[in-house]
């Protein structure tokens, strides 16, 4: 295992303890049994790891790559509404929308505009936006 050493100002130093002491609380809150608590460097490890889980998405799902599919920008709100729990009737009632156009969006037969992708995001609780969509090779 490599080891680094990084240096922080002190009001960044200040955010990431910050977040690290809400982490380890909502983790307490969620579970009472739980007694284990992030340490600063174990969520800068960790936040490290989603950025390159990210960018590897991106090089995986990159459009400028070396094939000539055109590709097609799809969203997986179905399968995150589902391991939520959330209803596609809930997204439909809190965007003051009817069921059967929140249904087309879940099921990729249309896709949001910008405005309304974001409210659905919010309602699904603001899940990484590199699981939320996904492109797909436009079939001929």
Known sequence: MKKITIELNEETYDQIKEITDL???I??????NRNDNYKIEEFVVGCIIDKIE???HFEFVNPFGENDAQPVVKNRF???AKEKNIYIKD???QLNMKSPNISKIFNNASQPRL????KIWMVLGCPPL???IYLEE???
């Open 23 to 25: 982490e380890n609380l």
């Open 27 to 32: 983790n307490r809150h969620r579970d009472k």
């Open 54 to 56: 990210q960018i590897k």
């Open 78 to 80: 179905k399968e995150i």
């Open 91 to 93: 997204v439909a009632d």
């Open 115 to 118: 405005e309304l992708f974001i």
């Open 130 to 132: 590199h699981k939320c």
């Open 138 to 140: 436009e079939k001929d």
